[in-house]
Each structure stands twice: as structure tokens, then as C-alpha cells.
């Protein structure tokens, strides 16, 4: 079984930042994709930054230059680098991790930014 939990969530003012983590209560065979989604109030879930096998990394619009998704394999865990936060940014955050076989989802995270 494995379990993804997200930390490192909280309430910051515009322009601040926050780094996301989440981790996996064990290694992870065959990843194709890991992502971090966000979820606000009312909305549909979006998605916000993956990260292949390969090491490509995409980005919705809105967070392009501001955000940045990594990993640590030693570590079992992987990232998002949140910069320049804005209101608009305030949602829960939740981390997926996609393989052949399952596709994982932690419980989320939240993140509120104030103006």
C-alpha cells in the first residue's frame, strides 16, 4: 500500500512564497507522471504542474515562471516551489502520482494567499 501525504501549506500574503512537499510512505515502481492539482471553492479541480519519468516539466499558464515542480527519489518525495504567490492561488493542492498499474492521490494541502 501506499499512502501520499502533502505538507507545507499555510497562509502567506501576496508576493510570498511556499514550497510544497509531498511524500510517499514508499518507493514507487514504473512512474509515468506526478502532478499537483489545485481545488478552490466552488471550482473544477485544475491541473497546475506534472513532471514526467523523462524530466519534463509542464505548467498551466497561470503559474508559469512562478511555480516550479521537482523530486527527490532518495527521499521518496517530490515538490512545488510556489513564488510570487497571488490571491488566485488559494486553493487546496493536492499531489498525484501516476503509474502503469495505480494512480495515487495524497489528501491535499491548503494554501491561502491573501492580498
Known amino acids: 500500500q501506499v499512502q501520499l501525504v502533502e505538507s507545507g501549506g499555510g497562509l502567506v500574503q501576496a508576493g510570498e512564497s511556499l514550497r510544497l512537499s509531498c511524500a510517499a510512505s514508499?518507493?514507487?515502481?514504473?512512474?509515468?507522471?506526478m502532478g499537483w492539482y489545485r481545488q478552490a471553492p466552488g471550482k473544477q479541480r485544475e491541473l497546475v504542474a506534472t513532471l514526467t519519468s523523462g524530466g519534463t516539466t509542464k505548467y498551466t499558464d497561470s503559474v508559469k515562471g512562478r511555480f516550479t515542480i521537482s523530486r527527490d527519489s532518495a527521499k521518496n518525495t517530490m515538490y512545488l516551489q510556489m513564488n510570487s504567490l497571488k490571491p488566485e492561488d488559494t486553493a487546496r493542492y493536492y499531489c498525484e502520482v501516476s503509474t502503469t498499474l495505480n494512480d495515487y492521490w495524497g489528501q491535499g494541502t491548503q494554501v491561502t494567499v491573501s492580498s
Open positions: 514508499r518507493s514507487i515502481f514504473s512512474i509515468n507522471t
